[in-house]
């Protein structure tokens, strides 16, 4: 069945993982596709602005949990909350060490 593959913590975790990776990455190849990624990187952190992306890439992880929590996809919706309590604890050491 399609729903017992998908009702897993570990899908629910690696999609809550990569899906703000996979955004912050579109957010980059839009706006500065002409910048090596090391220096935006660079840039980035030094304008200090960082948290605040990593904070908006977190956003599409609503979706996804919504979409597994009205299939009723009970482990897959707790990776996602997995995931983007691991995304907050990366934005709160990135403020406080960076």
């Known amino acids: 069945m399609m729903s017992r593959r998908w009702n ?5 975790l690696l999609l809550g993982i990569v899906l703000p990776l996979m955004i912050f990455l579109a957010f980059y190849l839009v706006a ?19 948290p605040k992306i990593l904070s908006l890439c977190a956003i599409p992880n609503l979706i ?8 009723e996809y009970w482990y ?23």
């Open 8 to 12: 897993s913590f570990r899908i629910g």
């Open 32 to 50: 500065y596709v002409r910048v090596p990624l090391d220096e935006y990187l660079l840039y980035v952190v030094k304008m200090r602005s960082l």
């Open 64 to 71: 996804l949990f919504y979409i597994f929590l009205n299939k």
């Open 76 to 98: 897959a919706t707790r990776g996602v909350i997995c995931a983007t309590l691991l995304y907050t604890l990366g934005v709160v050491a990135v403020k406080i060490f960076l």
